[in-house]
């Protein structure tokens, strides 16, 4: 079972039935037939701070991506396949649908709503949480109805008692040494792209990309080393618009010496409602919220389009490249000591889910460099190993068992980079269909790997050469094959990703991607192995520029479950070679058992 945090059995069942009444009279109060609870923040925030939390709060369900819909007699919530059985879990013995966003026969939440609300009907939302492009989508299908939209007042307000604060932890500098270019040189960079596309002012409200340009990090999402901010970036004035009282000293002197306004956080809405008449104004509509551009003038001439922070942000400096390095082979050597501290006492029975993640905490806590985890670590056992997004707690943990499969999915925040591993381990004695998978799993990680691409390829192309392996045997898995990574900031980081989805962003040097298949088999197994990987330059000839992907993340893979026999021997090779550079990275790191261990666990495979 997954764990649902603060509540359980019949009286879980109870709160959830209370809340979901209690936001029925609201909507009953103000003439609201349809509730929309999405994920995000008011930033677009994949992961949120606890103020934004409601659909967690209302549902129960704790994943990071979801839509909760409310009527007064209905109650649905979309996800993806990362989180369906883990929802399945989390929803059971609630009114609650789960609605499997993207599979056959299940309508979309546009759809759904357009379908539940009659004419004359109103649909509401937070506006500050809803972003532009989504409510567009709402409209377009709304348009042959007559159905209002009310999206001025929060109802979560009036039905959650102590909801907490918006968060306003310290605001500190990141550091040029790691930078590799000063907020002036970023600005520079973003108003030659301004120029380019004749706009007079850049509207950033995603969280990350305002870290990266400012060279700022802070802590007010759990995991993500941003801040609640807002920029406006002009030919001759930036401002941000934040809580400055948070701003250490040498943060704000940085600041002041770039020449940054300070605004509070709220006075967005009343900038954005005074632009000058026939402003250009760049805005992504995907990230800014409904409430933002509702503010906007109609005279404002929009520019919709990715921000140019975004596309800045994605493709990695020299200096942040070789500072990867470093960030990488610390977090290796941590993964390796904890690997041979888990080889050793697997076998005592001793181990569960919980303990296991505290001590891989423990061994990356020792660094120096250590800033903190970059997302919940994932331990799971045998059937949890299937749940994509799994947390174990002291209630759900499963002990480890001397058989089976173990799959641990981590990373952790350094000044120098963000790091993100997967490996799966064998526990002991293992089925056949165990190590076939895991085989299956290793193969399609090889694939990408390996890959050579022409410049202008897309991500959905490699992800059709990753799934070949699987897709050879009738296997597959409902995520993406790799997303980018930020640097000392979000662990998902755009726009790069490689999806069966269509993202029409070419991969190019610089850029970072991870290398993650699976396979996930219910109440059985999970297989997943991953690596952090660059994209570079590789050959320039007749054809045009080709690139390759070299792996950042430094850590042995188990060889224990693969069958040799259904590997190539290009493949063994390739995994030989990568085995004998994660030695020869991490030794030096290493002393004592710790080396024996690594010497070991890398020797060569045989073909």
Not at 28 to 45: F, L, M, R
Request: proline residues 4%; charged residues 25%; contains cysteine.
């Amino acid at each position: 079972m997954v764990n649902i945090p603060n509540s359980s059995g019949a009286n879980k069942t109870r709160e959830r039935a209370k809340k979901l009444q209690d936001l029925r009279d609201a909507m009953a109060a103000h003439g609201i037939d349809a509730w929309i609870i999405p994920s995000s923040d008011a930033h677009n925030s994949e992961y949120v701070a606890p103020h934004w939390e409601g659909r967690v709060w209302l549902s129960g369900f704790t994943g990071s991506a979801g839509t909760l819909v409310i009527t007064q007699d209905k109650a649905a919530l979309w996800t993806d396949g990362r989180y369906f059985i883990q929802a399945s879990e989390q929803l059971a013995d609630s009114e609650i649908t789960l609605m499997k966003d993207g599979q056959p026969g299940v309508p979309s939440m546009v759809d759904w709503v357009a379908g539940e609300v009659t004419e004359q009907g109103c649909i509401g939302f937070d506006g500050a949480t809803q972003s532009l492009s989504n409510v567009r989508n709402l409209e377009k299908k709304l348009a042959d109805k007559s159905i209002t939209l009310k999206f001025d007042h929060d109802l979560l307000n009036d039905i959650w008692p102590d909801r907490p604060a918006l968060p306003a932890e310290p605001v500190f500098v990141h550091e040029d040494l790691y930078s590799g270019r000063s907020l002036t040189e970023k600005v520079a960079d973003v108003r030659e792209i301004l120029k380019e596309r004749q706009a007079a002012e850049l509207l950033i409200t995603t969280l990350d990309d305002i870290a990266w340009l400012f060279n700022l990090r802070g802590s007010d999402i759990e995991c993500n080393p941003v801040f609640l901010a807002y920029a406006l970036i002009s030919t001759d004035r930036i401002t941000l618009f934040i809580n400055k009282e948070r701003i250490e000293a040498d943060a704000l002197a940085v600041l002041a010496k770039a020449g940054v306004d300070l605004a509070d956080y709220d006075d967005i809405l009343d900038r954005l409602s005074t632009l000058p008449d026939n402003t250009r104004l760049m805005i992504n509509p995907a990230n800014t919220g409904y409430k933002l551009a509702a503010a906007i003038p109609e005279s404002i001439k929009l520019i919709e389009d990715r921000l140019p922070t975004t596309d800045l942000k994605a493709i990695k400096n020299s200096t942040e490249i070789e500072r990867m390095k470093d960030c990488h082979r610390r977090d290796g050597a941590a993964m390796v000591r904890f690997m041979r501290w888990l080889e050793s006492n697997i076998p005592t029975g001793q181990l569960d889910e919980v303990n296991i993640d505290e001590q891989l905490l423990q061994f990356r806590s020792e660094s120096e460099y250590f800033k903190g985890v970059s997302f919940p670590s994932i331990v799971g056992y045998a059937g949890h190993g299937a749940i994509c997004h799994y947390r174990a707690d002291e209630a759900s943990a499963y002990p480890i068992k001397n058989k089976g499969l173990l799959l641990i999915d981590s990373g952790a925040q350094y000044p120098d980079g963000t790091t993100d591993i997967t490996r799966t381990f064998a526990c002991g004695e293992m089925t056949d269909e165990e190590k076939r998978d895991y085989t299956l799993v290793m193969k399609s990680h090889i694939a990408l790997a390996t890959a050579k691409f022409k410049e202008g390829t897309r991500g959905i192309q490699l992800d059709a050469i990753t799934r070949q392996p699987l897709w050879s045997e009738g296997i597959d898995f409902n995520h993406g094959t790799g997303h980018g990574v930020g640097y000392f900031l979000n662990v998902h980081e755009g726009p790069q990703s490689i999806s069966p989805r269509w993202f029409d962003v070419a991969l190019k040097p610089g850029m970072l991607v991870t290398n993650e298949p699976g396979i996930y088999r219910d109440n059985k197994h999970g297989v997943r192995l991953e690596n952090i990987m660059l994209v570079a330059e590789d050959i320039e000839n007749e054809f045009g520029k080709f690139f390759k992907l070299i792996p950042m993340t430094l850590a042995p893979f188990d060889t224990k479950p693969l069958v040799k026999e259904l590997m190539t021997d290009a493949e063994i090779q390739w995994l030989n070679g990568y085995h004998r550079m994660v030695k020869e990275a991490l030794s030096p790191l290493l002393d004592g058992h710790d080396v024996d261990w690594l010497k070991e666990a890398t020797k060569r495979t045989g073909m």
